[in-house]
Every structure is written in structure tokens, then in C-alpha cells.
């Protein structure tokens, strides 16, 4: 049982009269629990692939099903409330709120999307703090605490509403090498602990190598995927 | 909805100089706006006052017809004798009126015995129309503030002009309806401040004195003036009064009396109305104070923070919270503006109340400014900042609410 099904996906974008074709039909199927990447070089699709599973865009056809919801035919609200109910995000650029604290980060997505009740909330916020390593920074803001940390936390408020698949664009192009092998373990550490299925993007070839599944992605098309235990063809 | 105004809190301090900018312009707007109502309202109030308690009474019924031939104080248009009476029984079941005068009005020549000019006199029962209208004695600057039988009180401009002293005989010659004329002599009793508006420069006789003058054998009245005990309930009363003088009929079925509340009576009801439309004015640029710099504000703040409303909409933010998160930062400064408004607003005019300011008004000179703010203005103005400063925010919020994430995280 795939936790996400690609088939056959197109991605079409109109530039004025111009259409470019951001994805070419491409297929693909991931399994729960899983830690996968999509490589590849800037423009093959990886990002556009991500938004489409994250239902933050729609393929211009084939079908997609994530977490046996086909996502395609999600209107606006409904999308929000299943990427509120069962993703997780994490961005390249952290992205976290200014104006909260490193706790209130994390909590954000208990509070104003999910409406947990608050004994819950504390109890999943402390775990999460706990678990990246970042509960004696939780009353400082987003502005006091370094890049590495910042991505800590924004693996926290990923992972704080226990959703099926957490995707992260890049998330260590902002961080140097020893931060980034550090959060990807985080990551990996998480995907152990809480059974999420992690896909992340990069064009690091050192950080590929630390993914158990990985999408070769060029101009649009899936060229191949690699397993830690071989090689098969796309 | 706590955490919603905590995050709108937190943003409005997160540009504190934007915020107070924009908060200080809708303050000075709303102490703009309460300090020209109080004073105008005073204004406005002493204006109304001082016609209505010193000349005019809150109404006035008449005979039907006599008010558009008021200027030529038309004795033909007198109320009988027999319609008086009704109408004296009719006033005296209404609980609302504390006290009401009759009036013979009429014009007539005053002389001094060495020059004659024209008057307008009213005979009253003194006690009755110092009841109603009781700024009357007040405005009596010389000799006795009670007018007995054989008296007259004359105004101050008559006094000057005819050299004429509290204490010297005068002679009054009238016309009576009949055509034939008649004087009596009396003597001045008190000398009348002139005020502004009809009736300011009257003189006022007893009613006996007046009937005898106008050889008229039963008592005709020219008006009722009638004073309220509650001013505020001048239109719920005329509206009673009127639809129970309009039962009285006379003989080819047409109504005996007619009913003026002071506003048809004077034109200063005109000045009255001017106020009211330049408050109305002035609230409107207060809105659009309001309006446009909360607008300014939450489009700029919609602007600066396109990326998280990105981020917050791809983790799950439904649309909705996203709108109400930027209305309620609206909502929080039209609240922070009409506080410190209303605040400063009140001691401004608290201020103006202790530095005694004087005015003045027609012939009357070193009235005081009373500036007073009701309750009720506080609300409204209050009100209309938050209602206008939600309605401000919703282009901005509504704009956020339907931003696509994928784009609003690419923004740069």
C-alpha cells in the first residue's frame, strides 16, 4: 500500500503565449515511512513535484493520489485542511513566524490549524523541543537563534501534528555542511521515532546520499531512482 | 480568537513607528471630531436655549392660519375665548407639560410724550410666562424681574433710543380689530436685554392691560406658548398634541388650532441645522481619515508579508483565520486610535471648560463656553473608527486570505 501514486503527472506553466512543461508525465510510487529525495539540476522539476504533492499546485493531468486522497479535485479550502491534517512542511528559507517564539512556532499549527486542546498541545510541543534539541531556545524569537536552529525548529512544527509525509524544498541550502548533515539526520531520526515518510529535494550530492530512496529528476522527467541497496531504472 | 489578537498585537509592535503614526492620526481625528461636537453642541444648545427659554417657549398652538400672518400680529386670527378654554382643559390633563402662557400679541405706538415710535407688545399673566419661558427675568437688566398690572416691561434698545427710564410714564396707542383706536398710559417697570431672533425686542404688558387697550370684552389670545418638562421629548409630545388638537373642529369641519414646535417658529432653527450638517461633515473626514490610513497600513503590511502568509497558508491556515488575522490588526488600531482619542479628547475639552471662554451671541456678550461630550458621542465615534477601520481592513485582509501559497512563497 503506496502512501503516494503518481501517475503519469503533467505540469504545464503559461508564460504569456509560451507553455513550458515543467513535468512530464511521470509516474512514481513511495511507501510510508519512507526517506526519499528527488535530485536533480535547477529547473528538472523537483520543486514543482513537491508542490504538486503537497497539494499546493495541481498537475495539468494524470493522477495523483496522496494518503488515498485524490488530491487533483481538492478545492482551495479543502486543500488547506488535508495539507493541514496530513503534511508537514519545511522550507529552505525555515520560514517561521516572526512575530512567535521558537515554542510558539511549533505550536502554531496545533493552535490555528488543527485546534488541539491545550494540555495536548504542551505535551506534543515539549516532546517535539525535546526532540531537536531546542528546548532551552524556546522563548527566544526566530531572529535569535541561528540558521541550523532555525530549520530545527521548523522540523518541530513539521512534525507537531503527527502528519503522514513532511516535504522539504532544499532544506539545506541554506546551511553549511556540518548544519546540514545534522538536520537531515534530525530528519531521518524523526522519520524512525514518528513513522513519517520524509521526501526532501536537493541538489547536494553529499546530502542525496543520505536518503534511502532517491528520484533522479532531468528536464521534467524521472530518469531513474536509486535504493540504498541498488540501482533501478526509472 | 485570543491567539488571532495576539499575533495582530504582536505584528502592529513589530513596525512600531507605522503603528504609531497611524494610531496618532486616527487619535487626532477623533479628539477633532469630539471637541467640534462638544463645543457646536454647546453652541447649538445655548442658541436653542436661550430662544426657547426666553422668548418662544418649546411650542406654540395657534389659531389655524395665524403663524403665516405672524409679522402682522393679525388680531382678526385670535383664539376665542371658548376655544381657549378647551384648550386650556386639554393642556392641563398633559403630565409632560410643566407650564404653558397665554398671549395677547399686538403692535402699537410708544410714545414718551415727546417723540412716538412702533412697538410690539405681549400681554401676559406675568407669573404664567415666567413659567414658561423662565430666561425671561433674567434678561430683565433693569428694575423689578415681576411685572404688575399698570407696568410694562420695554427693551433695551427702546429705552436708549427714547431715553426712556424704569419708573417714567409711557403711553401705548393700539388698534384694536375693530379699527378704533385706544392708549393707555403705564409706566416702565423694567427695562429688557434685547436678544436675537423674533420676539428679542418686545415689550410685555399684563394681559388685563393689554385686553383693556384692545377694548376687548372677552380674553382672544394670539398664542399658547408651552414649556416641556423634558426638551428631549418635544417631538413624541407634538406628535401627541397635535393629533389631539387636530380633533377640534369648527363649524365647516376644519381644525381650530395649529401646533409649532420652536423649529418652525424661528430661523435660527436653520443655523441649528447648519451645525448639525457641518458635524456631519466633519465625521465624514474623520471616516476617510480613518479609511484611508488603515487601509495604507493593512496594504502595506499585506505587502511586506506575502511569504508568510505563504507559509502559513501551506501549513494548513484556512482562509478565513487568514482574513481575520489582518482584520483584527485593523480592528486593534481603530480600537488603540478611538481610546486615546476619547481620552484626550475629553481632556481637551475639560480644558476648554476650565479656561472659561466667552462668546457672543447677537446682542448677548460674555456668554461662557460650556463644552460638554455626551456618552452617547463617545459610542458613536468610537463605533464608526472600529466599524470603519474593520471595513479598511477587509480589501487588504481579503486580498491575503486568497493569495495562492505556491506564489505567495515564491514572492521575493
Not at chain 1, 166 to 171: G, K, M, N, T, Y
Amino acid at each position: 500500500m503506496s502512501l503516494i501514486s503518481a501517475d503519469n503527472i503533467q505540469k504545464d506553466y503559461k508564460t504569456g503565449e509560451v507553455t513550458v512543461r515543467a513535468l512530464k508525465g511521470v509516474s512514481f510510487e513511495i511507501a510510508p515511512a519512507s526517506f526519499v529525495s528527488f535530485v536533480g539540476p535547477s529547473g528538472s522539476g523537483k520543486t514543482t513535484l513537491l508542490n504538486l504533492i503537497g497539494c499546493l499546485d495541481k498537475p495539468s493531468s494524470g493522477k495523483l493520489t496522496v494518503a488515498d486522497t485524490d488530491v487533483i479535485h481538492l478545492d482551495r479550502k479543502q486543500s488547506a485542511s488535508f495539507r493541514g491534517s496530513n503534511i508537514g512542511f519545511i522550507f529552505q528559507d525555515f520560514n517561521l513566524i516572526p512575530v512567535l517564539t521558537v515554542y510558539e512556532n511549533i505550536e502554531y499549527p496545533l493552535l490555528m490549524v488543527q485546534s488541539v486542546p491545550a494540555g495536548e498541545r504542551e505535551k506534543r510541543v515539549a516532546a517535539l523541543l525535546e526532540a531537536v534539541g531546542m528546548i532551552d531556545q524556546k522563548n527566544k524569537y526566530p531572529d535569535q537563534i541561528s540558521g541550523g536552529q532555525k530549520q530545527r525548529v521548523a522540523v518541530a512544527r513539521a512534525l507537531v501534528t503527527n502528519p503522514k509525509l513532511v516535504l522539504a524544498d532544499e532544506p539545506t541550502a541554506n546551511l553549511d555542511h556540518k548544519t546540514a548533515y545534522m538536520v537531515i539526520e534530525l530528519m531521518k531520526k524523526m522519520r524512525d521515532e514518528f513513522k513519517t515518510t520524509f521526501i526532501f529535494s536537493t541538489h547536494d550530492q553529499k546530502i542525496v546520499g543520505e536518503a534511502e530512496i532517491i528520484y533522479m529528476l532531468e528536464d521534467g522527467e524521472l530518469k531513474g531512482m536509486e535504493t540504498k541497496g541498488g540501482k533501478k531504472n526509472g | 480568537m485570543g491567539n488571532l489578537f495576539k499575533i495582530a498585537i504582536r505584528n502592529l509592535l513589530r513596525y512600531k513607528r507605522r503603528t504609531l503614526l497611524t494610531a496618532s492620526l486616527i487619535t487626532v481625528g477623533v479628539v477633532f471630531v469630539l471637541v467640534f461636537i462638544s463645543v457646536t453642541g454647546s453652541f447649538k444648545n445655548m442658541m436653542i436655549g436661550q430662544i426657547t427659554d426666553s422668548m418662544l417657549g418649546h411650542m406654540q398652538v395657534h389659531r389655524k392660519g395665524y403663524v403665516a400672518s405672524i409679522e402682522n400680529l393679525p388680531l382678526n386670527l385670535n383664539l376665542r375665548q371658548e376655544d381657549v378654554k378647551q384648550l386650556e382643559d386639554m393642556l392641563n390633563k398633559q403630565a409632560e407639560i410643566e407650564a404653558y402662557s397665554l398671549r395677547i400679541k399686538f403692535g402699537g405706538m410708544f410714545s414718551n410724550f415727546v417723540e412716538t415710535t412702533n412697538i410690539r407688545l405681549n400681554g401676559v399673566y406675568p407669573d404664567k410666562e415666567l413659567k414658561s419661558v423662565p430666561l425671561l427675568a433674567g434678561r430683565v437688566t433693569e428694575g423689578k424681574k415681576t411685572l404688575d398690572k399698570g407696568g410694562i416691561w420695554i427693551p433695551e434698545l427702546l429705552s436708549k433710543g427714547m431715553k426712556v427710564k424704569v419708573g417714567d410714564a409711557i403711553v401705548v396707542v393700539a388698534t384694536n380689530k375693530d379699527g378704533s383706536v385706544n392708549g393707555k398710559q403705564l409706566i416702565v417697570a423694567g427695562v429688557l436685554e434685547s436678544a436675537t431672533g423674533p420676539g428679542g425686542r418686545d415689550g410685555y404688558i399684563h394681559i388685563e392691560d393689554a385686553m383693556e387697550i384692545l377694548r376687548m370684552e372677552g380674553m382672544e389670545i394670539s398664542e399658547i406658548a408651552i414649556r416641556l418638562k423634558d426638551f428631549g421629548r418635544l417631538n413624541a409630545f407634538s406628535k401627541k398634541l397635535e393629533a389631539l388638537i387636530s380633533k377640534e373642529l369648527n363649524q365647516p369641519d376644519k381644525p381650530i388650532f395649529e401646533l409649532h414646535t420652536w423649529e418652525k417658529l424661528t430661523p435660527f432653527y436653520t443655523i441649528a441645522n447648519m451645525i448639525d450638517v457641518m458635524t456631519f461633515f466633519i465625521k465624514l473626514m474623520l471616516i476617510a481619515i480613518v479609511l484611508i490610513s488603515i487601509m495604507n497600513v493593512m496594504i502595506m503590511a499585506v505587502y511586506e508579508r506575502i511569504r508568510e502568509i505563504g507559509t502559513i497558508a501551506a501549513i494548513g491556515t484556512l482562509p478565513g483565520k487568514i482574513l481575520n488575522m489582518f482584520v483584527i490588526e485593523g480592528f486593534c488600531l481603530g480600537i488603540v486610535g478611538a481610546a486615546i482619542g476619547n481620552v484626550a479628547g475629553i481632556a481637551i475639552i475639560y480644558t476648554l471648560n476650565l479656561l472659561k471662554i466667552t462668546y457672543n451671541f447677537g446682542q448677548q456678550k460674555g456668554l461662557i463656553l460650556q463644552a460638554n461630550v455626551y456618552f452617547y458621542d463617545l459610542i458613536v465615534i468610537s463605533a464608526t473608527v472600529i466599524i470603519v477601520s474593520v471595513i479598511a481592513s477587509l480589501q487588504p485582509a481579503f486580498k491575503a486570505s486568497r493569495m495562492e501559497p505556491i506564489k505567495a512563497l515564491r514572492h521575493v
